[in-house]
């Protein structure tokens, strides 16, 4: 089986071809980074347009990758939300075009089942059931999965997402976009432990951010204009990073031993963090839990998440009439 995947959710353009086995052949990204950089975030306008005007190459450069033509695939999976609507809509109309031209059959997945489905393009695979974190950007849920599409959720954020909270502390800092990134090369040459960040709804398995992000401002404001020595912002990135990390990793591992799981898998934007990947190493190996991360390339928005979850649906026999819509906000998984 030979699947094209594509992925235009947010500001990426992707596209990917996975094989047999969820071989992965190609793999190809358009960032936007340096077009929403000087707005210090996503347009959602100017993403659809740059995307409508990459997608065509992008998916191209990935079949010739793959060494492959259209008339060869077996079928073609898209993301057809939760996302930026106009963007979503260019992605899910090219995937529909190219599914009747070729006469294929087509799947809209779900972006963030997606996340969790990269796991599998790697080695070792983990067995379900598991818990998994999924914490990008727009989102910061943790699931029980027992199934591809089969998950239960067992804490969320009640605010802002973890991925948010590096973008807007980023900002805040003066340091650029995109936030997570900065920060995270900020912080190695800082102090962890130099600034007591709050830590919200410690009991809970349910997160908080927007407190954090108060806390940085009220720290800024109170410095009055006056700028931060190299020293100080380097400390002051460990610490707001820390203090996201840390309770990403512990309500996560708190979760599955709740949930007495044995693995966890973390996916999405943010899981490309150096400090997340660091302590949740860390803290499983005390906890006697496996645990699965993607490589950053496959922890970013990318298209071969988007074709090995197809891969999946398509070898089961489902897909979808080109009449398919796509979805700015997607149901996903029920509250335990």
């Known amino acids: 089986m030979l699947v094209l995947g594509i992925e235009s959710s947010c500001d990426e353009t992707a596209a990917a071809v996975v094989g047999e086995g969820l071989c992965l052949r190609s793999n190809v990204i358009a960032s936007q980074i340096d077009t929403h950089s000087k707005y210090g975030g996503v347009v959602p306008e100017v993403a659809s347009r740059q995307h409508a005007e990459s997608i065509g190459p992008v998916i191209f450069q990935a079949l010739e990758d793959a060494g ?19 963007s979503l809509l260019v992605g899910l109309s090219v995937a529909k075009a190219l599914a009747y031209a070729a006469n294929l059959p087509f799947v809209g997945v779900n972006h963030l089942e997606s996340h969790i489905a990269a796991i599998f393009l790697g080695s ?11 914490v990008s950007g727009g989102h910061t849920t943790i699931y029980r999965v027992h199934d591809y599409q089969g998950m239960a959720i067992l804490g969320q954020t009640r605010d802002d997402a973890a991925g948010e909270a590096f973008d807007k502390g980023a900002k805040m800092l003066g340091i ?15 102090n962890s432990a130099s600034l007591p960040f709050p830590r919200a709804m410690k009991d809970s398995l349910d997160f908080s951010f927007s407190g954090l992000k108060t806390s940085l401002l009220q720290l800024l404001r109170k410095r009055e204009g006056r700028p931060c020595t190299p020293k100080e912002l380097a400390d002051i990135a460990a610490s707001y990073q820390e203090a996201i990390v840390e309770v990403l990793v512990d309500k996560t591992i708190r979760a599955a031993k709740m949930s007495c799981l044995k693995r966890i898998v973390v996916c999405g934007g943010v899981a490309a963090n150096s400090r997340l990947r660091e302590r949740f190493a860390q803290q499983c190996a005390a906890s006697g839990l496996e645990l699965f991360i993607p490589p950053p390339i496959l922890c970013t928005d990318n298209a071969a998440m988007v074709a090995a ?5 398509l070898g089961r026999g489902v897909c979808d009439a080109l009449d398919l819509n796509a979805l700015s906000r997607l149901p996903q998984g029920q509250a335990a």
């Open 309 to 313: 979850l197809g891969a999946h649906l």
């Open 124 to 134: 070792p695979k983990p067995l379900f059931p598991f818990a998994a974190l999924v």
């Open 176 to 190: 650029g976009y995109p936030g997570g990134l900065l920060i995270d090369r900020l912080a190695k040459e800082g």
């Open 68 to 86: 492959v033509t259209l008339q060869e695939l077996s079928g073609i999976a898209v993301t057809k939300g939760p996302g930026l609507i106009g």
